[in-house]
DNA sequence: CGCGAACCGTACCGTACGGTACGTATATGG
DNA sequence: CCATATACGTACCGTACGGTACGGTTCGCG
């Protein structure tokens, strides 16, 4: 299980104003524009201060993962009667939003970071990236799936392997090609659509196979 | 002196293997490792030569990633008479030589590299890289695609569509877990029978459906 | 043989980064 | 009013990188 969940306040209000900044450097510029100096000068924060607080450079970016995700709160939606119609719509939101997040500067940046120093030995920015960011999202779409299957509207053996299914047909290569840098792929609506489409046409039962098109 | 589309031996001999050990030194070390002076060293070449050959660091980039695309040759199998147990066989067979490329050392070294460089302004290694390796396999999954098609095997309305899902369903999020370094994502062969058996049951015509088994 | 081109090895330069040290200011508490 | 702690700003240090220059060596060719 999970020592680290213990999240309530990591940092100081400074140096949460501090980590912000630093984020929003590295939106900009990228690794390269990240430097202690930059972080120091941008947040009006001694260099001291920042070695003192996060360590070194890459307790500066573990730091600056771990706010970021703590600012990402994803509402559960619970004690809803599921319905054929109201399971869709609901997968269609939990893809949009998927997509959404994905898509975000904040988000493409740190990954683009976080796989930057990926072979790096031992680097944890990835397994943190993992851990912190994917975990509420996960939980989100497995609530969601497990709640259609009660509700008779789904049908898996695994539900991990049918989350992960979903998360294929939305998402495809679309992450990679958005961290490459590939411009224009802002056309997430339609493609949320079609994914949730198959994915229920893969995993739905009659009752909702009865409410969907004939063909695609 | 070649624009940068003609690619019929694009370097000289010499320079290809420059161009491997400096591959060598990025799957060994990642970016960080690979510098001009460590790509001299371990090439037994000068850094003259290699500011002469590839103008500066970022050609030395797009050198290594259009020397590392020429080796990939993925030969078209045509002209075969294909069935449902065909169809399948080499649709398994795409998905897992595509998860294979995907996980490979030379690979992930190198869209790491260009995702790091990615937010540096105008760096064009992630249009290189998606422009130089991924044509090659997308040529042969579309080929694979339509030849299915014209057998009366698959039916779907955009090819292109049709591939981006089996994309989606082969890959999911194993590309970006793989880049983020985590380790132990080598189980592709189950991964892309599952993703196979839910192609087929989205885009397969009756004659494929009749061969498969009623329920996953 | 002689010449020029290509190339290797090394030394060199300017810069910029990560990390540390120091002097000063502000605030809190007795 | 003083003492202590915290933090700001700046200056500083060692290192390592990208890029350039130069002398020596090999190789192809007339």
Redesign the pocket.
């Known amino acids: 299980m999970s020592v680290d969940t213990a999240e309530p306040s990591e940092f100081?209000p400074?140096?949460n104003a501090?980590l912000e900044q630093a984020l929003q450097l590295l939106v900009d510029g990228g690794e390269?524009?990240?430097?202690?100096?930059?972080v120091?000068?941008a947040?009006?924060?001694?260099?001291?201060?920042?070695?003192?607080?996060f360590g070194?450079?890459?307790g500066?970016l573990s730091a600056m993962i771990a706010y970021q995700a703590s600012k990402v709160r994803t509402f559960e939606r619970n004690g809803e009667r599921l319905t054929a119609a109201s399971l869709h719509d609901h997968v269609v939101i939990f893809a949009r939003d998927l997509l959404e997040v994905l898509a975000g500067d904040v988000s493409l940046a740190l990954n683009r970071l976080a796989i930057g120093q990926s072979n790096r030995d031992g680097s944890k920015l990835g397994k943190l990236l993992l851990e912190r960011g994917r975990r509420q999202i996960d939980r989100r779409a497995m609530a969601l799936i497990d709640a259609g299957k009660r509700a008779g509207l789904l049908r898996f053996a695994d539900a991990d392997e049918a989350y992960h299914t979903l998360y294929g047909l939305v998402v495809s290569d679309l992450h990679v090609r958005m961290l490459l840098g590939e411009p224009g792929l802002k056309d997430t609506a339609r493609q949320a659509e079609k994914a949730v489409t198959a994915f229920l046409r893969l995993y739905g039962t009659d009752k909702v196979l009865a409410e969907m098109p004939v063909l695609g």
Chains 1, 2 share one sequence.
């Open positions: 100081s400074r140096q501090v390269k524009a990240l430097t202690t100096s930059g120091a000068r947040a009006n924060c001694s260099k001291e201060s920042l070695y003192k607080w070194d450079r890459d500066l």
